[in-house]
């Protein structure tokens, strides 16, 4: 296996930097900065970053297949057109709770852009407990609510033959797993994969690679870990220099480089000095593994 490098790519501050998706036809990383209420893009061969601000916490980004993107903004499923920087609402949930958000979320193979909420945080993990729910937005702009009763809705995504699909309710500290429909976008029999261990602290945001394996970005747990959904076996941890990891996606021209976000908010000064690169994106190469490509969503 060749050797393990880890570097930061951007210096950005993020106040909680999430949802990092590769954009192929770029070259770029997209990726959010929830209360900062900035999508971001950066290009991977300029160096350069774009922003585009957005008028509530914006949570998750996705590609859409018409061009543009679709993106989480506040309790509202968006479109989002980043020549002119406007925003268009396709559907809104959760009308009854005011002091809710959108989390992460992602797309589906069939084209739908699932994600879930969770109540406005009072600091970092700390929040009114089973307020979220999981929905997904389907190409029609429908939305379909699973369940309820969720703290924080977190990492997402589905295995290889499309007939799992893997979610973490980060305060639950498990990845669970469902049978999926992927004709319907039904889900069920809802099981725990992994129970995360004490030093790996809180699951966020997650990606599949091309092997089938789960990679667990570890919220306070300053780590990625790649796991066997099929045995709950973790089988590899990668540290990194920054406590906050909170996503991971792959990307790269052969999808072999994983990249990672990460947050600063609710670090001490002192914390921020011993982390300088905290709120950074962060570059992994020699994993010896490769990711696929992000879906993008068909409506």
């Keep these: 296996m060749s050797s393990i490098k880890i570097e ?21 990383l997209l990726f959010v900065d929830i209360p900062a209420k900035k999508v971001c893009r950066w290009d991977s061969l300029s160096k350069q970053v774009q922003r585009v601000a957005v008028d509530a ?57 699932f994600a879930g909420t969770m109540a406005e945080e009072i600091a970092p993990a700390v929040l009114e407990r089973h307020q979220g729910s999981l929905y997904s937005l389907f190409p029609d702009h429908n939305v379909k609510k699973y369940f309820d009763q969720v703290d924080i809705s977190n990492g997402l995504d589905w295995s290889l033959d499309h007939k799992i699909f893997y979610y973490i309710d980060s305060l639950s500290y498990s990845v669970d797993a469902f049978d999926y429909d992927l004709q319907t976008g039904q889900i069920a029999n809802r099981r725990i994969v992994y129970k995360m261990e004490k030093d790996e602290q809180i699951p966020d945001g997650m990606c599949i690679d091309a092997e089938g ?19 709950g076996k973790r089988l590899q941890t990668v540290k990194l220099p920054v406590d906050k990891t909170t996503s991971c996606c792959f990307g790269g021209k052969d999808y072999s480089e994983m990249y990672v976000t990460c947050a600063r908010d609710g670090m001490d000064a002192e914390g921020l000095l011993r982390q300088p690169d905290a709120g950074g994106i962060f570059k992994i190469t020699g994993l010896g593994v490769k990711g696929i490509a992000p879906y993008s969503y068909a409506g």
């Design 213 to 231: 394996k789960l990679w667990v970005a570890c919220y306070n747990g300053g780590r990625v870990i790649r796991l066997d959904p099929e045995t």
């Design 8 to 28: 930061c790519v951007l210096r950005e501050n993020c106040r909680c930097g999430e949802s990092p998706v590769w954009e192929e036809a770029s070259n770029s």
């Design 57 to 113: 916490p914006v949570s998750s980004v996705a590609l859409r297949q018409l061009g543009g993107y679709v993106a989480t903004i506040g309790t509202k499923f968006c479109a989002l057109n980043w020549e002119d920087q406007s925003v268009f609402v396709l559907a809104m949930v959760d009308k009854d709770k005011t002091n809710n958000r959108f989390n992460d979320g992602k797309v589906d193979p069939a084209g739908r852009y």
